[in-house]
């Protein structure tokens, strides 16, 4: 085995081709500053985009007037399909929890449907007409 040299306290290689002083750091910071920036400038603008583009539909709710519709040959789409939905939604839960008049002449009448149920159950009658 060879003698492993003595630690004289100085480097072997005195030039290493860096040092820990090397890394400038306000450089760096400026680009990871910038980068933050750039990233929320890009959000704020995507942001403003899509919410410009969500208010710029038309009002679901509008008269069917404001709103132009296909040409009657064309095939026929419904001008407010949410506005429909509700509206028929809401009579139907009408139809299901309120008191009406079916035929006065006849003596039928309209109970809500948990009202029905009910005393079908304490009846026990579920004969079929």
Do not use: C
């Not at 290493?16 to 890009?42: E, F, N």
């Not at 296909?70 to 001008?79: D, I, K, T, V």
């Not at 949410?82 to 009448?109: F, N, P």
């Amino acid at each position: 085995m060879s003698a492993s040299p003595k630690n004289t306290g100085t480097p072997r290689n005195t030039n290493p081709g860096y040092t820990d002083d090397d890394i400038q750091y306000g450089p760096l910071l400026k680009w990871i500053l910038s980068l933050w920036v750039a990233t929320g400038l890009t959000f704020t603008v995507l942001i403003w985009f899509l919410r410009d583009q969500r208010d710029s539909h038309l009002d679901h709710n509008a008269p069917a007037a404001e709103r132009i519709l296909p040409p009657a040959n064309g095939p026929l789409l419904q001008a407010y399909p949410i506005r429909d939905l509700d509206e028929y939604l809401s009579g139907q839960k009408a139809r299901l929890h309120t008191y009406g008049v079916v035929d006065a002449e006849k003596g039928v009448y309209q109970i809500p449907v948990e009202q029905a149920i009910s005393r079908i159950l304490e009846k026990g009658d579920l004969k079929s007409n």
